[in-house]
């Protein structure tokens, strides 16, 4: 059956560039975000590999976990992650699984024969600290994708898994968010004590409680 959010995301052993693993107890208390490129020695992989791996920090600072994953060998994403750092000027800084089998490919569902035979498509799969599947995307293998807009939403999940609220039409880090319906105004004033604009009775904003 097809995942959905919510879902617990399926374990599994895997090889990667850092040795055999097992996913959940790879992931232990961390958020996790496990993604898939078509294939090895391509150019929109080699820079969207580069560029997450410049993103370290970033993940790190908000307890994230990046594993990549594609129906290359290891061998091949050892070989590869030299023209990485060649062409990217990044060396590669987290482990990418190598799925010749296709087995985790097929568990997650990254193959998607209509639009790109046999190979992994672009997919992007968020899991929270209780390894429920938070986020999923999927590109195409022609588009790169946008690493800061992963990188945004793990800041809205996080927040939003904390309060009583929901992130706005492009929200960034620090803007202002929305108050759950679910809250009367009585309620609101003292959960968000610097207090809220009502635009509307179901549409009211409030600085973001954690900053
Ligand atoms: C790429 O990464 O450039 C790519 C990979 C597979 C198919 C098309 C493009």
Not at 82 to 88: N, Y
Not at 201 to 211: D, G, H, M
Request: glycine share 6%.
């Amino acid at each position: 059956m097809a995942l959905r959010l919510g879902d617990i995301a399926p374990d599994f052993e895997a090889e990667t560039t850092d040795g055999k693993i097992k996913f959940h107890e790879w992931l232990g208390d961390s958020w996790g975000v496990l993604f898939s490129h078509p294939k090895d020695f391509t150019p929109v992989c080699t820079t969207e590999l580069g560029y997450t791996a410049k993103l370290k920090p970033e993940f790190e600072k908000r307890g994230v976990k990046v594993i990549g994953l594609s129906v290359d060998p290891v061998s091949d994403h050892n070989e590869w992650a030299k023209d990485i750092e060649e062409t990217q000027g990044q060396k590669l800084n987290f482990p990418l699984i190598g799925d010749s089998d296709k087995t985790i490919a097929n568990l997650y569902d990254m193959i998607h024969p209509n639009s790109l035979d046999s190979l992994t498509v672009r997919s992007v799969f968020i899991i929270g600290p209780d390894k429920k599947i938070k986020l999923m995307i999927t590109y195409p293998a022609s588009t790169g994708r946008n690493f800061d807009e992963i990188i945004r939403v793990i800041d809205s999940l996080q927040l939003t898994a904390g309060y009583s609220v929901s992130t706005p039409v492009n929200w960034k880090d620090g803007e202002d968010v929305i108050i759950a319906p679910a809250i009367n105004d009585d309620d609101a004033k003292v959960k968000f004590p610097k207090g809220f604009k009502t635009l509307k009775p179901y549409l009211r904003l409030t600085p973001q409680p954690n900053k």
